[in-house]
């Protein structure tokens, strides 16, 4: 898919600028010139190296860690973008952070995944596309146009294709409840059965495997979620599904943000594979044996062109 250089701008900053490349080599362009610094106390710099006077902005940014310095820099950058008279300014967040405190939870919490929003929209978005957020609902937070694109069939078609001849012999399971609607639609693509794993979370990032609903044993299990933080749930959940029978245990997800103790407890863990998509960048210290990485750089780069171009996007969304 080509399109006119001059129309359309692509800009990374340093949040994951090999993904930005990929998406934009995928559109048939180079990536827009900017440079993203800091000043000697710490403040972040952002420069803009080329007119984008009347041009289709896209500016691809996952707010993944270093979290804040992540947001700041997308938040400067749409600014300059609409300082210089930009046409329209795609704000793409392949990880949406802050996505999880979307409720008051208990009293005087902060309902952080709106206020983000807010501080995006101020900045000057006109638009955001975004990938498996935490929650659906967040959509709604943003008072412009959300793309919301879903991974689930990059993964599942890395599934379909590696175990094309024994898919019968597979159970999806989901490691929570709170993942049972996302499982089931996967689940679906793989038309194989779903089980859940019920849990209760005593404190933040500390999860307990409680009950088993659904069969597995002797089957090979794949366990989705849309994200893995600090690795409890899911390697509790393939633990103990191993212990009760499962004859192997695959897990997946979207998002890799692999914080604390993650990569450790992914080790010592029962999972065989885990299969993870670029939505986050990987450092070589997180790039393990039992860690595959998907692109989602043609999603992306779909989405991107379906928009610039005027067309639906409801094909490639998840509405």
Do not use: W
Not at 170 to 181: K, Q, R
Not at 212 to 226: A, C, P, S, T, Y
Not at 241 to 251: P, Q
Not at 293 to 298: D, H, V
């Amino acid at each position: 898919m080509d399109i006119p250089g001059g129309s359309i701008k692509i800009f990374s900053c340093n949040g994951h600028p090999e993904l930005a490349g990929m998406v934009a080599k995928n559109l048939g362009l180079e990536l827009s010139e900017c440079t993203v610094n800091k000043f000697s106390d710490g403040e972040t710099n952002v420069k803009v190296g080329e007119t984008v006077r009347g041009a289709d902005v896209f500016i691809l940014q996952p707010t993944c860690a270093p979290v804040n310095d992540n947001l700041m820099e997308l938040l400067l950058i749409i600014d300059a973008v609409k300082r210089a008279s930009a046409g329209r300014i795609n704000a793409v967040l392949p990880y949406y952070g802050y996505a999880r405190q979307d409720r008051k939870a208990k009293p005087r919490d902060p309902i952080s995944a709106k206020l983000v929003a807010d501080i995006i929209t101020s900045a000057g978005a006109d638009r955001v596309v975004t990938m498996d957020l935490h929650c659906a609902q967040i959509q709604g937070f943003f008072n412009i146009p959300v793309d919301h694109l879903t991974g689930m069939p990059i993964i599942a078609g890395y599934y379909s294709t590696k175990f094309a001849d024994t898919m019968d012999e597979f159970v999806a399971v989901s490691p929570d409840l709170g993942s049972v609607t996302r499982t089931r639609s996967f689940a679906e693509m793989l038309d194989i059965p779903i089980a859940i794993v019920d849990k209760r979370r005593p404190k933040p990032n500390v999860s307990e495997v409680m009950n088993i609903i659904g069969e597995f044993r002797g089957k090979n299990v794949i366990l989705f979620d849309d994200m893995i933080d600090t690795a409890g749930t899911i390697t509790n959940a393939a633990n103990i599904i191993k212990e009760k029978g499962a004859k192997n245990v695959y897990a997946c997800c979207t998002h890799p943000v692999l914080s604390g103790a993650a990569i450790e407890r992914i080790e010592r863990s029962a999972i065989d594979e885990l299969v993870v998509l670029d939505t986050i960048p990987l450092p070589p210290e997180k790039r393990i044996a039992k860690i595959t990485q998907l692109s989602t750089a043609k999603s992306f780069a779909n989405a991107i062109y379906r928009i610039h171009e005027g067309l639906p996007i409801s094909v490639i969304a998840d509405y």
